[in-house]
């Protein structure tokens, strides 16, 4: 039996659903706000500190940076460690990176991480 999806439901909460998920991932939120024309921050969700490069903090255009685990398990991120803000810079954007994805990991090893999402600080 095929599924098809209704044109009326955005594709995010298709995703999550697909996943298992009853929560939306921020950059889906995000995703879904902009879709309505609603303002939103620069933002890009990495699978991981390597994958933060120039054109990533070019792109954000802040001088700092916020960068929060992106996890439907976790939802309250700072009591995880993981949310940290840093100069947008790309060493500096890959440690924060880093640290918040191996505190969330050590803080609930069971939690699905889908990586990092690297917001511009508004």
């Known amino acids: 039996m095929t599924v098809r999806t209704p044109s009326?439901?955005?594709?995010?909460?298709?995703?999550?659903?697909s996943e298992g998920r009853r929560v939306?991932?921020?950059?889906?939120?995000?995703?879904?706000?902009?879709?309505?024309g609603?303002?939103?921050?620069r933002h890009r969700l990495v699978p991981s500190p390597e994958?933060?490069?120039?054109?990533?903090?070019?792109?954000?255009?802040s001088e700092e940076a916020v960068v929060k685990v992106a996890s439907a398990d976790l939802l309250h991120k700072s009591d995880v460690g993981g949310l940290a803000t840093c100069r947008?810079?790309?060493?500096?954007v890959r440690e924060a990176a880093?640290?918040?994805?191996?505190?969330?990991?050590?803080?609930s090893p069971s939690a699905r991480i889908a990586g990092a999402l690297v917001?511009?600080?508004v």
């Open 8 to 17: 009326c439901v955005p594709s995010q909460i298709w995703m999550a659903e």
């Open 38 to 41: 609603v303002d939103v921050p």
């Open 119 to 121: 917001v511009e600080r």
């Open 88 to 92: 947008n810079e790309p060493d500096a």
């Open 51 to 61: 994958a933060v490069e120039p054109a990533l903090c070019e792109a954000l255009g």
């Open 24 to 36: 939306l991932l921020e950059s889906e939120v995000y995703a879904l706000l902009a879709g309505a």
């Open 98 to 107: 880093g640290r918040v994805l191996a505190a969330a990991r050590g803080a």
